[in-house]
């Protein structure tokens, strides 16, 4: 056996006990913990001080999976099809409430699920064998890890293990869609409006179902230090992230204006500004198309701005 099959033997072992796991996925890392034990997510809430009425995420192996713990219909069959293994979270009427126990889903009759694409989170969901919860490895309403090293200082002292994966390639949670009586978008990502609404058609804008999905605190994703938006200079004293033309020397999301880099950036260089010694973040105007939504949307909650 490998190092790398040796680990993910050991994590599936600690999983099954109950443990706690820092996971690598294409996203962010996440704390990951069996979706079925209430004591396990509980667990999970406590090392994140997240807060219980805020559902966890079930992340899967497959499709086949999927089906069995939430009910498909053809616009989530679609969508998985086009879109699994990857970035995109189906909010869905719960089928097996014992799969993803009822503390995961926050109360509701609904379960978020997700199938990732990296290849270790993949290796272990199929080792474990059972739905797993993996919200990203931070204190709730910080910014998310995108290193191992970051995801172990924030909660890795109430993990049993971690697996490094690497720097996640996208850096931004994954967009959620409830998909009941209306195609909602609940929270943007790294798959878009455009390519949602490309595969089942229009999407109405979260309401009421927003409680159905993780992230959708006022406050979240937040560094310590104030942030101040649309920025097109830093002030005295203010640790500057910029974007495109509005530049940066060192903490640019993307100099030449690419989304997809700006994302993968976003909150590791939120970290660094927050530990920079400034008063203040100020953040450079990120334009409001494709990914851009997914990452004003993470800046707003993180400055307070969305309930």
Sequence with gaps: MNDAAHDIARAAAEL????????????????????SSPRAVAAVFA???????NPLIAHVADVATARRIGRFDERAERLA???WPGPLTLVLPVADEAAVCDLARAGLDTVAIRAPAHLWARALL????????APSANRSGRPSPTTFADAM???????????????????LESTVVALLDETRL???????????EAVVGPLAEAQDDAQRSPGRLARHYAPDLPLRLNATAARPGEAWLGFGRFGAERLNLSRGGDLAEAAANLFTYLREADRSGATAIAVAPIPQTGLGEAINDRLRRAAGFVG
Excluded: Q
Aim: charged residues 20%.
């Design 16 to 35: 099954k006990g109950g443990g706690l796991v820092i996971l690598p996925t294409e996203t962010v890392y996440g704390l990951a913990a069996d979706a």
């Design 47 to 53: 090392a994140k001080g997240r807060p219980a009425f």
């Design 81 to 83: 099809e086009r879109f």
């Design 126 to 133: 199929t080792a474990f064998g059972r739905p797993l919860v």
């Design 153 to 171: 200082a924030e909660t890795g002292a109430s993990a049993a293990m971690g697996l490094d994966g690497g720097p996640c390639r996208i850096g």
């Design 186 to 196: 609940l929270r943007p990502g790294a798959v878009t409006r455009a390519e949602i």
